[in-house]
């Protein structure tokens, strides 16, 4: 049984449509993450979050936002979708002081815009 | 530079055989923690094993191992009896920073598919 929820699975969406990816977990941890991820590619850090109402952009550049009100809600936002943004974004988590038993991760969207 | 290399895109193994997939890193931080993640076709990330830099035995989760040699920055993973349930991508992962505010840098991946 999952502890992090991440919907759509699957999303196809039209150029220039906002969109925002859900994930919550259900574990109370403090730290959550979300990844971009094409096929068969390596994961590449987008955003995080240390807590509520702290967030930061990744390694990588990207045009989406995120928010957290909440600990266990981290939901990832396009304003506007473009073709160069289907991907799969998986979202993470983790709790304690370090990460040193591995994140959670959840399922996976994988985005597809037209 | 890259910190996580995996410089096997694929690799083959038959099933029962054991398989090593490599993985370097490059770090200048004391503490560290190297991972490994097995994604299926499905694309869930599912955490295997974690070596921890100052731990001084390999880490052994079931039929994976780590292979850690800390001087030549090497934390290979060791699958022991493949079945046909391990096809699939695997990456070496390095988490760095200081204490609680820690991230992962993944490597490329490996894609492994074990033949019957």
């Known amino acids: 049984e999952a502890d992090i929820y991440q919907t759509p699975r699957y999303l196809v969406i039209g150029t220039g449509k906002k969109i925002t990816l859900e994930c919550s977990q259900t574990?109370?941890?403090?730290?959550m993450y979300w990844y971009q991820q094409d096929p068969g590619m390596e994961l590449h850090l987008i955003h995080y979050s240390y807590g509520v109402n702290s967030t930061e952009k990744g390694d990588l550049s990207s045009e989406s936002t995120v928010s957290r009100i909440r600990t266990e809600h981290f939901p990832l936002t396009l304003e506007s979708a473009r073709p160069s943004h289907t991907s799969q974004y998986l979202c993470?988590?983790?709790?304690?002081?370090?990460?040193?038993?591995?994140?959670?991760f959840g399922s996976g969207t994988r985005l597809t815009v037209v | 530079a890259q910190k996580i290399t995996q410089t096997q895109p694929g690799m083959f193994v038959q099933e029962k055989e054991a398989v090593t997939l490599d993985c370097t890193y490059d770090t200048s931080d004391q503490s560290y923690g190297l991972f490994w993640y097995k994604q299926p076709s499905s694309g869930e990330m599912i955490f295997l094993i974690y070596?921890?830099?100052?731990?001084?035995q390999n880490a052994t989760e079931g039929r994976y191992s780590l292979n850690f040699q800390k001087a030549r920055k090497s934390a290979n993973l060791v699958i022991s009896a493949s079945q046909l349930g391990d096809s699939a991508m695997y990456f070496c992962?390095?988490?760095?920073?200081?204490?609680?505010?820690?991230?992962?840098?993944f490597g490329t991946g490996t894609k492994l598919q074990v033949i019957p």
């Open positions: 993470a988590s983790n709790g304690g002081r370090t990460v040193d038993y591995g994140y959670t």
């Open positions: 574990m109370g941890h403090d730290k």
């Open positions: 070596q921890g830099s100052y731990d001084e």
């Open positions: 992962a390095m988490r760095e920073g200081p204490g609680g505010y820690q991230k992962v840098t």
